[in-house]
C-alpha cells in the first residue's frame, strides 16, 4: 500500500509540469506590444532621415547634445554589434563610429532640437520600426533605459519575423 502512494506521488510530480507545460503551450498566446510614441519632432526627423538607405528593419536615431559621452558609445557600439539594427546619430559634430553619422542642422545655436518645446539636455535614442513609426525615446544615461530599449528591439523583430 505505501510503494502504491509513493508511485502516485512520484507519477503525480512528474506529470502535472508536463501538464502544465502542453497546457501553456497549446492555449497561452503571450502578445508583446511597443506601442507608438507621440514625438514632436516627427517633420524634422524624417526629412533629415529620408534620404539614408535603410538596410534593416529597425533603426536607432543617436541625438548628442554632449560632444562626448563615452557610455552612450559603448552602449550603442554593443547594440550595433549583437542586433540587426541600422543606427544613426545627429551631431553637429562628425564622430568616428561605426555607423551612419549625419552632421544636421537639427540643433539651434542653443543646442536645443528645433522643434521642441521642452528642455532636454541629455543625450537619448529613439526606437522606430520599419515603417519610420517611434516606437520609444530612451535616456541611455540610464541602464535601465538600456535594458528597455534592448528588450524592445527584440520584440519589434519578433514582430517582423511573423
Do not use: H
Amino acid at each position: 500500500m505505501i510503494n502504491l502512494k509513493k508511485a502516485f506521488i512520484l507519477s503525480f510530480s512528474i506529470l502535472l509540469p508536463i501538464i502544465l507545460y502542453f497546457f501553456l503551450r497549446f492555449f497561452g498566446d503571450n502578445k508583446y506590444v511597443v506601442s507608438e510614441v507621440n514625438y514632436e519632432c516627427d517633420e524634422v526627423l524624417l526629412s533629415a532621415l529620408y534620404e539614408q538607405d535603410k538596410e534593416s528593419e529597425i533603426i536607432l536615431v543617436d541625438i548628442r547634445f554632449n560632444l562626448k559621452n563615452s557610455l552612450v558609445d559603448n552602449l550603442l557600439t554593443k547594440l550595433y554589434s549583437n542586433k540587426k539594427i541600422d543606427i544613426i546619430t545627429l551631431s553637429e559634430i562628425d564622430r568616428n563610429l561605426n555607423w551612419t553619422v549625419l552632421k544636421t542642422d537639427f540643433f539651434n545655436e542653443t543646442n536645443d532640437i528645433i522643434c521642441f518645446k521642452s528642455d532636454i539636455k541629455s543625450d537619448y535614442v529613439l526606437l522606430l520600426d520599419n515603417e519610420n513609426k517611434v516606437r520609444g525615446i530612451y535616456d541611455l544615461n540610464e541602464l535601465d533605459e538600456y535594458d528597455r530599449l534592448n528588450v524592445e528591439i527584440d520584440i519589434i523583430n519578433l514582430k517582423n519575423e511573423k
